[in-house]
């Protein structure tokens, strides 16, 4: 392989998002992961109108749209009574609208299009089991510190590395990740005949006191993902690998509406995860360094929008790399945008886990103004997924 141009320390949706633009932009990636292994495991991801604008962008919309499953409607509902507080056409309805579909889809699946679409583009690009543990700047660039003790050089180099990133000490941040209070239980369903008839077929996110669920279809209509999101004051790891009580999942959810009963009665397991917050961090770029996705803008996921910023951000950090030389472009047009998804998430966290007259007070205007105004409410979405990061920043 002949050196690369570029370092991408990590090998999630941001870092091989990234990898994939840099291959359009005609720049040589190298993607180091800590893993041994890109990790087959991980629950369900929407992938808003906004970053599907990113896949297209790649080739790679198609690809993303036959391996997930795109909902009929994005809704939110009154959990334990089942009643619609708003319902917004997605489909080919939200297409025309938002420029893009918005598709539902497994993590590993949608990792696995990114990384096949890189073998394919640039075989050499992708290299397993190597842990970045600090950078320093050099007059030609930045040299990556490993763990094993060695050294790496390239001209420029993105911090792709998730929540806990090991590079974002020096970005004007050294505050942990904080246990949030909040933990979420997810599973994923087969969909039955049965569940097929009782669950819609939208993004529904169940709101209820001091709790939530979400549910939507995966892999054409296969399978339902499902997560609950619980109050819970003593700290849960994340990750995949906490195993959660089935008995204690579905009594946190036994006032919820039959459907989102019935998905919890056909689990077979749960896992438990525990949601981290972060403050981002002062700076997204040093010259030649910068952070993308969870390593720039960790969030909670009441807005589903994670892995679809960290998409936005590949985008852009290489736009403005091959644009500009630096990432000063990319920082000036992606932290103004993270901050406010953030904000929105934050929002939406309080806002699902109403309960008695202030959940009332807070659903009822949204419920009157979905029936009376509908485009109002399509409205309030077009910030998030009318975005295109794509136009007027390509990548050529
Ligand atoms: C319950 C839940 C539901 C969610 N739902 C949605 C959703 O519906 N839609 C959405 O858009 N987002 C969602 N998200 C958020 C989304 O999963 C994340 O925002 C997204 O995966 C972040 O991608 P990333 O590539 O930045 O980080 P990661 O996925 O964390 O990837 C980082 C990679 O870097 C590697 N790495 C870490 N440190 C190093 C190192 N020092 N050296 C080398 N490699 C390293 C890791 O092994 C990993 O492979 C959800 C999150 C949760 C918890």
Redesign the pocket.
Known sequence: MSEPDLII?????????AALCAVKAGLTPLV????EA??EV???????AN?MKVMAGLGLDDAVTAAGHTPRHLEMRDGPSGRTIFSVPAGEAGRRRWGALHV?IR?AALQQVLAAALKARAPEALRLG????DYSLNPDGVTLH??DGSQMQAPAVLG????????RHRFGSGESPNYTGHT?L?ALVPASAELRALVPDA?IAWTGPKRHA?TYYLHGRDLINF?G?VEQSEPVP?GWHTTASLEKARDAFAGFAAPVRAILEEASQARR?G?YDRPPPSRLARGPIAL?????A????F?????????E?AWAAIWSLKATGDFTAYEQAMAVRGGRILEAARRNGRFFHGSGLAALAGYAPVRLASTLAPGRIRQRFDWIYGHDVTHGKKIK
């Not at 990590?10 to 998002?17: F, N, S």
């Not at 792709?160 to 590079?167: C, F, M, N, V, Y």
């Open positions: 320390c990590g090998g999630g949706i941001a870092g091989l998002t180091i992961e800590r893993a890109l990790s991980g629950a369900g991801l929407q992938v808003g970053a539902n993590r190597i842990e970045a543990v490993l763990a792709a590395d998730g929540i806990h990133s090991a590079l979420a997810r993004s979400v997560v999101v994340e995860w949601l993308i996705g969870d390593a720039a960790p969030m909670p996921p807005m589903a929008q994670g892995a679809s910023f960290a998409m951000c």
